[in-house]
């Protein structure tokens, strides 16, 4: 199973951003897919996670200015950023709860992508 993410990139403040990440593999179901970044010298944190059932939850930090997407068809989900402030400075990291079929069993995993830098500022 890999998670490919992209949309990173520099912005100004106030400005917005949408990342993406899209889970691939033989066999796999999503069960959830969410995004945790990680700012320097700090520890990894949630930023907002989505059910396959479509329920949404957000870091304090982010209730109002991000949205979190999925697109079950695509096994991907989405991050808009908007408003973005020099806080939200990170390394922003795809994670997926997935299940993996295999011919006897059923395999149910975390999964992280390699990350995509997100820098705010002027």
């Known amino acids: 199973v890999q998670l490919m993410e992209s949309g990173g990139g520099l912005v100004q403040p106030g400005g917005s951003l949408m990342l993406s990440c899209v889970a691939s593999g033989y066999g796999i179901s999503i069960n959830a897919m969410g995004w945790y970044r990680q700012a320097p010298g700090k520890q990894r944190e949630l930023v907002a996670t989505v059910t396959s059932e479509g329920h949404t939850n957000y870091a304090d930090s982010v209730k109002g200015r991000f949205t979190v997407s999925t697109d079950s068809a695509k096994k991907a989900v989405y991050l808009q950023m908007n408003r973005l402030e020099p806080e939200d400075t990170a390394v922003y990291y795809c994670?997926?709860?997935?299940?993996?079929?295999?011919?006897?069993?059923?395999?149910?995993?975390?999964?992280w992508g390699q990350g995509t830098k997100v820098t705010v500022s002027s």
């Open positions: 994670n997926g709860d997935i299940t993996t079929a295999f011919a006897t069993n059923n395999v149910r995993n975390y999964y």
